[in-house]
Structure formats: C-alpha cells, structure tokens
C-alpha cells in the first residue's frame, strides 16, 4: 500500500498494524508544511492499494483526513520501475517538494546571512583597524612631543652654555684689563723719577686702536729733561705676551703733549703730559 499527499514525501507500509506511524507522520508532514507556510489551502489524498484491502485502509483515513479519499489501483510491475527510473534521474530540484518562491526566499536569506556576515567581520575589521590607528597615532605623538620637549630643553642648554662662555670671556677681559690697569700703575710708579710729580691719570679706550693713557703732573725749577727721561723708560717697559709668551713692549707708543708750561724750568715750576697707547687686547698674566 502507498498513501501520498500533493505535497508530501510518499510513505510505504506493508500492513495495518502501521496505520498509527502513517497517520502520525502525515500530521507532522501537514504542521510542517504551514509552519514553513509552502503548504496552503485544501490538501487532496490519493490510496492507492489493491481493492481487497482498500476496504481495510480507507475507513481509517476518511476518518482521519475528514473528507473523502480518493482510492486508484496500484500500478503493475513494469509501471513501476519506470516511475522509480524516471524518479532516480530527475534533477534534484524537481524533486523536491518545496516550492520555488520558498526556495528563492531561502537561498536569498541564506546570501543575506553570507553577506551580513562579511560585512559584520568587515565592519569590525575596520574598527580594529581605526582602533590601532588611533592608538599608533597618540603613542606616535607622545614621542613626537617627548623629543621636542627634549629638543626644547637642549637648545635651552644651548643658550644657557652660550651665555655662560660669553660671561666667561667677559670676566677674562676684566680679568686682563685689571690685571693691566695693575701692571700700569705698577709700572707707571717705579719708573716716574724722583724730581716729577703725578696730578692724575687719564684713561680713554679707542675702538681698534687700544687705550690712550694720559699721565699729568708737575715738575720742580730745571727738571724738564726728566720728563723725556720718564718717556723714555715707559717706552722700555718689556712685557711677556700671554699667547707667544715672548717680551714685547708694554706701551705701543709714548710721547710727550706738546703743550707743556715752564718746560725748561728756568722761570720756575711746569707740568707735563705723556701720553701712552696701549696695544688693543692685551692681556697681561
């Protein structure tokens, strides 16, 4: 015996002991079917058995379908396999017994299902991606501002270093103009005979031609050739340089001012000037 429905899988039993497992199979096929909404409208059923034992089996399903069934005659042998040869070699999607909109709609969700998740996996690849870049980026400016801060404070050091050599070299020039006003003096002092008498000492510095010191004083009745003596003696000053650490003359140039009263000392007491250039930059230890 073969019960089948329009569209359902096709059952085959061999007795009326399984008239149970039919009915309940048929009742999952039919819930099935509506569930997954390919089966609508009224449903035709077909026994096909032999008439002897039709009378057995149609009772059962009229009173299980609820309408009337219709009973055709089994076909013979030769008929059969045919029908199963023609069956084994159909394409697969003819044989199957859902319908093609709900096949479309199927392979349709199945490619959004495929689609979504790429773009999911996509999407959250480009998040991670974003993620890192923005993180690459603060880590790269990070360094960026710590090496600039570094450079910022280096060139600070720079400057601070700069300085400190020109405060340097300022000092050795005081140090040197100091130690050469000293020398000066000293000089100035030990030289000077006994019959001249110092007023005062005058110092004016010319831009690339050194200091011009100016020596005035007074001189007794008489004593006018101890001025060019005095001239003469701070012209000999021998000094040793500081770089060749070789003697050379202190004063560039000494000479006596033109202007000098009572000279002579005949007619009574005169005063005297000497001027004397020093070499610009000298430095004296």
């Known amino acids: 015996m073969r019960a089948c429905c329009k569209t359902s899988p096709r059952l085959f039993l061999s007795s009326a002991e399984h008239l149970n497992e039919l009915t309940e199979q048929l009742t999952a096929t039919i819930w099935a079917g509506e569930m997954e909404g390919w089966l609508t409208g009224s449903t035709h059923w077909h026994l096909v058995i032999a008439s002897e034992q039709g009378e057995q089996w149609l009772p059962i399903l009229n009173e299980w379908a609820g309408q009337g069934m219709q009973v055709q005659a089994p076909p013979d042998a030769s008929a059969l396999a045919a029908a199963c040869a023609t069956r084994a070699t159909r394409p697969l999607e003819q044989g199957n017994l859902m319908p093609p909109e709900r096949r479309a709609g199927y392979h349709r969700q199945d490619v959004d299902r495929v689609l979504g998740g790429i773009l999911s996996w996509a999407l959250a690849l480009y998040v991670m ?115 060749s650490r070789k003697q050379r003359k202190l004063f560039y140039a000494v000479n006596t001012s033109n202007t000098r009263a009572g000279a002579a000392g005949v007619e009574g007491p005169g005063r005297w000037t000497i001027v004397c250039t020093l070499r610009p930059n000298i430095q004296l230890k």
């Open 129 to 243: 991606l974003l993620v890192g870049y923005f993180v690459l980026n603060s880590q790269t400016a990070t360094k960026e501002e710590a090496k600039f801060q570094q450079l910022k404070k280096m060139k600070a050091m720079e400057e601070e270093v700069e300085l400190l050599k020109e405060k340097h070299k300022l000092l050795v020039l005081q140090r040197s103009s100091r130690k050469t006003a000293l020398q000066v003096l000293k000089e100035v002092a030990e030289q000077m005979p006994e019959e001249l008498t110092l007023s005062y000492i005058n110092s004016v510095e010319v831009r690339g031609e050194g200091s011009n010191i100016t020596l005035n004083g007074q001189m007794g009745s008489g004593k006018g050739k101890q001025v060019d003596v005095y001239r003469n003696n701070l012209a000999r000053i021998m000094v040793a340089d500081p770089v």
